[in-house]
């Protein structure tokens, strides 16, 4: 048995940058048994049956003849939320033009009434256009799947059970400047094309007296990197390990003069609490070498040690890139903790709402050139999940994921094997569960490893479009250097914002200075060809709610179909929070009406 694993604490990948302790405590495998007997079954357990029971063909994924590495066989959509501002599809145009020309007839865009809904499941959105369970129908919808929103919005858990018969990416940026940028990063590497070196990075942490990235640097990335040397060797592998790991030499791999095709980082990544003034930018940032470790360091961690979003300079550039965090948080962080939720069956909140981390989407959006995407994880990365006692080493799923990108596969694709690894431990898992119900003893750390590489499998997410391949010339060419990208400006302004996560559905509210707030729509500006093509939403608040003569505009948006979307706030009403989310909701109100308006327009 390895050293790491001899003492009989289980220890997780998670540091709370707060209070500088470890996300979630050492536990030993017969307490984390005990929490896990009292997990109930997935909520799409049948579905994850059919795909285990399915997983000895060779679809993965889709159904039996079509070649994944072919957009026009195995088809393309992109997923807008109903609501979504129009001007977000046409800073994406590029992408989506590009896209459609490669899959033809099974491209396929879902925006407004098609879109996905609040609340919304899975098996209810593709029951709308026609799809049900089993492998991935081109002809219904598309294999390769581009959600474009905010968590908030477009559920997480939407996502990952879209993605157990889909390849599901996601992409969601702030200003329409940087869905430009990633459109024309997408565009520009597979068009002029971009040819890079074929060249894969290992960044490896090993933080002194750490067990869990001891773990990860030591069983699974050097075993990892030697086996792909000895198998692939048309490609160059460096590793930056434990000392070489620092966020020096982490800034120099991402969009620095040593940034490879392929980068496969191994770290932990930052955890924050509800209500830390980090949590939103921070979250999910990976925590380097520079670190000293749990018992050479007490209190808050310094940004001195980990790299996060805001690290990430302006002008990096990261053209064709893509890469794989394994660190907890290193794609989102979900309202409620899931471990809390299946262990305990406790709801905690652990964010203000779904986010997603900032680092990936500030690689994909870079102005002089953007990464294509970010494979990593929704809420916490376990480290047990490739090793643990009586099981040996399961690197298998990472080892074939990154052989998959090596060969050319889209990254939708070569993740198919995390989600084939989710069905069948969800299936085998549950299976165990009901026997260890019936009197069956189980191993404890053979049980723990079972479910927490089952919880690993579920979180991985593509950011960026599943679609995107590695841009790599010949072995024996020279690679290109990356060019910079050149982008109109579309709009630098920030976007609005999604609706909280419930809002009453009141007729007014109170703001912070006692006022009563109302808010009035419908009226179009401008009506042309039958099409509401100009919106104003205009929320008021006045002294007295009788007297209209005492009504003063707080917040202004103006939506235009096709166009831009601006939003103006009074001065003595920005910090606000109840008028604002008042107002949005109407804003939302005003773009359903005006698509049922439009639906009834079509049918008259």
């Known amino acids: ?51 285990f029971q399915s997983a000895t063909q060779k679809h993965l994924g889709m159904k039996e003849g079509i070649d994944p590495k072919r957009l026009d066989q195995s088809g ?32 396929k865009i879902y925006k407004g009434a098609d879109g996905h809904r609040p609340d919304e499941s899975k098996g209810k959105f593709l029951a709308r256009h026609g799809a049900g369970p089993g492998p991935a129908d081109p002809e219904k919808v598309p294999y390769y799947l581009l959600i474009v929103g905010d968590p908030q919005r477009i559920p997480y858990r939407f996502q990952s059970q879209l993605d157990v018969q889909y390849a599901v990416g996601r992409i969601y940026f702030e200003t329409l400047d940087e869905y430009a940028n990633y459109a024309r990063s997408v565009v520009d590497a597979e068009t002029k094309p971009l040819k890079l070196s074929r060249e894969m990075a290992f960044f490896g942490v090993a933080n002194e007296g750490d067990r869990a990235t001891k773990l990860s640097s030591g069983q699974l990335l050097d075993p990892m990197r030697a086996k792909l040397k000895e198998d692939i060797s048309d490609w160059t592998y460096k590793a930056y390990m434990r000392e070489a790991a620092t966020k020096e030499q982490l800034g120099k791999l991402l969009g620095g003069d040593e940034t490879p095709a392929l980068l496969f980082s191994a770290s932990h990544g930052m955890s924050f609490p509800l209500g830390s003034s980090r949590q939103l930018e921070h979250m999910g940032a990976l925590l380097c070498q520079d670190w000293p470790g749990p018992g050479n360091w007490n209190g808050p961690i310094m940004q001195d040690f980990y790299f996060a979003g805001d690290d990430l300079g302006s002008d990096k550039n990261l053209l064709g890139m893509i890469a794989f965090f394994f660190a907890c948080y290193g794609a989102g962080t979900p309202l409620m ?14 964010a203000p709402h779904d986010f997603l981390a900032k680092l990936p989407g500030r690689m994909l959006s870079n102005p002089k050139g953007g990464a294509l995407a970010v494979i990593g994880h929704v809420e916490r990365a376990w480290g047990y999940s490739f090793l643990w006692p009586g099981a040996g080493r399961q690197t298998e799923v990472f080892d074939s994921t990154i052989r998959r990108l090596l060969k050319g596969h889209p990254v939708g694709s070569a993740v198919e094997y995390f989600n084939e690894r989710y069905a069948e431990l969800s299936t085998v898992l549950s299976d165990e569960l009901e026997e260890i119900e019936f009197g069956k003893m189980a191993d404890p750390y053979e049980l723990s490893g079972m479910w927490t590489a089952n919880n690993d499998a579920r979180g991985y997410a593509i950011i960026g479009d599943p679609a995107v391949r590695l841009p790599v010339g010949d072995a024996d060419e020279p690679g290109d250097e990356r060019w910079v990208i050149e982008v109109q400006p579309v709009g630098s302004h920030k976007l609005g914002a999604a609706p909280a996560p419930v809002i009453a559905n009141k007729p007014t509210s109170t703001d912070k200075a006692g006022k009563e707030a109302s808010a009035d729509f419908g009226v179009a500006e401008v009506l042309e060809e039958n099409e509401l093509r100009v919106v104003t939403v205009t929320t008021y608040t006045a002294a007295d709610v009788e007297d209209s003569g005492t009504r003063k505009a707080a917040v202004r948006t103006r939506l235009v179909l096709d166009g831009d979307t601006q939003t103006v706030v009074a001065e003595d009403h920005a910090g606000s929070e109840d008028l604002l989310a008042l107002h949005q909701a109407m804003v939302n109100e005003a773009v359903e009406a005006r698509l049922v308006y439009i639906e009834m327009q079509e049918e008259a």
């Open 76 to 107: 393309w959509g992109v997923i807008f939320a109903h609501d979504a501002d129009p001007a977000v599809k046409d800073a994406l145009g590029e992408l989506l033009n590009h896209r459609k020309e490669q899959a033809g007839e099974f491209y």
């Open 1 to 51: 048995m390895p050293d790491e694993l001899v003492d009989e604490l289980m220890y997780f990948n998670g540091v709370n940058g707060e209070s500088g302790e470890y996300d979630l405590p050492p536990m030993t495998g017969e307490e984390l048994a005990g929490f896990i007997q009292g997990v109930g079954e997935p909520e799409n357990l049948k579905e994850l049956r059919f795909r």
């Open 337 to 350: 903790d899931e471990f809390a939720r299946q262990a305990f069956k406790d709801k905690t909140q652990i």
